[in-house]
């Protein structure tokens, strides 16, 4: 009978999806390590990342849930600096944490990374965001083929009720979930909970790599 223990990591699972995603995966046959800026990570900084995943060992599975605030306007008003900094740490962030996870990653291990709706619906004011999660899928293929057999998937979320939209007044934030259950086919805004699930899924088909999936309730429909 096989009783090692099955070890996950989850970068950016202090809070948010990747917060619930830990605490779905919590069992006495699972050992899960979170990192985030909170616990000391900084996916910003190689020299961090290659550390932590030293200091960690063999791992079965990789999660990145970590983003980035984009800022959000027309080309002609946004900060390019405050752009390219949005898209270093979400894109290049995570693309470093894949560089130094994968030699770490045990045989049938998957590499999970999360991109979001805008990298296909086209909406005004949203450069910064699109081109991130673009470009995100887009490798999520190339990485898939390069380090098989280890399996790299993607989950493209939609808009969902987290800790991401602190920074808006109650009002604006209410507003804006009730604009989208509204609007969206399923009739509510995401949980934490339904994404989750997704990343499970992921995980744990072995018969899934190179995968793209939508958790967006529709949206993509409208």
Known sequence: ???????????????????????????????????????????????SVYRYFESIGAIDH?????????????????DTAAAKAAFDTKFWGTVRTVKHAARYIKQGG????????????????????????????????????ELAPIRVNAVSPGLTQTEAHKGMSEEDRNAMYQHSQSNLPVGKVGQPTDIAMAYELLMHNSYMTGAVIDVEGGALLN
Do not use: C, W
């Open 110 to 145: 998957s590499i999970t990374l999360t991109t979001g709706m805008l990298s296909r619906k086209v909406v005004a004011g949203t450069y910064v965001k699109t081109a991130i999660n673009a470009a995100l899928e887009a490798i999520t293929k190339v990485l898939a083929k």
């Open 62 to 78: 990789l999660v990145i849930t970590a983003g980035s605030f984009a800022p959000a306007g027309k080309v002609t008003d946004i």
């Open 1 to 47: 009978m096989n009783t090692e223990k099955t070890v996950y990591v989850i970068i950016g699972g202090t809070s948010g999806i990747g917060a619930e995603l830990a605490n779905q995966l919590k069992s006495d046959n699972t050992v899960i390590h979170v990192a985030s800026r909170k616990t000391g990570l900084d996916i910003n900084d190689e020299q």
